[in-house]
């Protein structure tokens, strides 16, 4: 099983005091961007390259950046479905996206459409990442670079500077053969100096959806998410790519210099949370030596799903009408003793509000989902199909 945590004598309760005013850090969200986010920030947190691992690339590299949007801290999310030869919106709802992630994944590598009718060569790929490079560091960055040791430096101290950088997304628009909305790939525009940047007055970042505004300022040749193989970064709807598995194994497994393992509770949690969208048996997940095996397990029950999804799944399949990870719902908590809606903690005569939650799972056979509160991010509850109530 993979470890999670040891047996210690810290004495952690006489410590608690110490960590009582704490802020809580809840790490980073992780959660797709909604399209047709324009005029964005972000401040720049990874830049770097790493080597595939599994997949068509693997043991290829690829160029990952990645930022937390500080602006604007509300956008719009809307999901549509190419149904009946048309579209529909299935849901809209105003989230907020302040604190997520906006990331840019290039292959550094020949990459080839899903059809295989468009190749782009490793050169062409390795002047994308470096034009990647000059946006967030002017046309002169690169002058002087003459060695791979010389661009880690440039990129820990891009890193470390923490660059402020406007970007945009594109809400990808479902088809006949693509029937669900997804996202394009993000179009990071360049830097944004801190005295041009002022907290709380970017208000014209969401574009509505729905239809009938102009469309981000995105360049037409603007690669799809299947551009390049679908190792590279997952799909449109934020399924996870290879490098975000590799990344999250790493940190799950890590050791200090003395061979103890550094609980990256953060990596576990969602490592955790992808096996169980994936359909994973948690005996299965309890039972692998690590966390490299899990990711290698939901590795594995993507791929399948996709190759079954190819080959069986009807064109005309009827529309899933069953809560799909990522919706909102309102949920009127039910207390497990009583079996009836649980009460105000404040006031016990009263019945409490119903709650924000958003679907981290669903099973389609026992017709319920795992939701998350929205307001902690922590509590869950597994909770039938029919008191999911639509927001």
């Keep these: 099983m993979p470890m999670q945590t040891g047996k210690s004598n810290l004495n952690l309760g006489a410590r608690a005091r110490q960590f009582k005013d704490a802020p809580i850090d809840y790490g980073q969200d992780f959660s ?183 469309a981000p300022d995105v360049p037409d040749d603007a690669p799809p998410p299947d551009d390049a193989d679908a190792s590279a970064g997952g799909d449109a709807q934020g399924e996870p790519g290879d490098h975000e598995l590799d990344e999250l194994a790493e940190r799950a497994d890590a050791k200090d210099a003395k061979g103890k393992p550094v609980v990256d509770q953060e990596a576990i949690d969602r490592l955790t949370d992808l096996a169980k969208e994936a359909g994973i048996d948690d005996a299965d997940v309890a039972n692998a030596d690590n966390w490299t095996d899990v990711a290698n397990l939901i590795r594995q029950a993507r791929d399948a799903g996709a190759e079954a999804g190819a080959a069986d799944e009807p064109l005309d399949e009827p529309f899933d009408s069953s809560p799909q990870v990522g919706d909102n719902f309102s949920y009127q908590v039910i207390d497990p003793k009583t079996k009836k809606p649980a009460t105000d903690p404040k006031n016990p005569k009263k019945v409490a509000r119903p709650v924000m939650v958003e679907v981290i799972s669903t099973d389609k056979t026992k017709s319920v989902s795992v939701v998350r509160s929205l307001q902690d991010k922590k509590t869950k509850w597994t909770v039938p199909f029919d008191q999911l109530i639509p927001v």
């Design 32 to 214: 797709e961007l909604p399209g047709d986010i324009n005029g964005g920030i972000a401040k720049l947190v990874e830049l770097k390259v790493g080597t595939y691992k599994e997949g068509a690339n693997k043991g290829k590299p690829f160029f990952l950046a990645a930022g937390i949007v500080l602006e604007p801290k509300m956008a719009v999310h809307v999901k549509k479905v190419w149904e009946n030869g048309g579209v529909r919106i299935v849901s809209s709802a105003n989230e907020k996206i302040e604190g997520r992630r906006t990331q840019i994944t290039v292959p550094l590598c020949t990459t080839s459409t899903k059809d295989k009718s468009k190749t782009t060569s490793e050169e062409e790929n390795i002047g994308k990442m470096f034009n990647e490079v000059k946006k967030l560091a002017g046309e002169a960055c690169l002058d002087g670079i003459d060695s791979d040791a010389d661009l880690m430096a440039l990129f820990d101290m891009l890193k470390k500077s923490g660059i402020l950088f406007k970007f945009n997304t594109r809400l990808k628009e479902p088809n006949k053969e693509y029937p669900s909305s997804g996202v394009w790939p993000h179009n990071w525009r360049g830097m944004v100096s801190e005295e041009d940047y002022q907290p709380g007055e970017t208000n014209d970042g969401v574009q509505d959806s729905t239809g009938g505004n102009e």
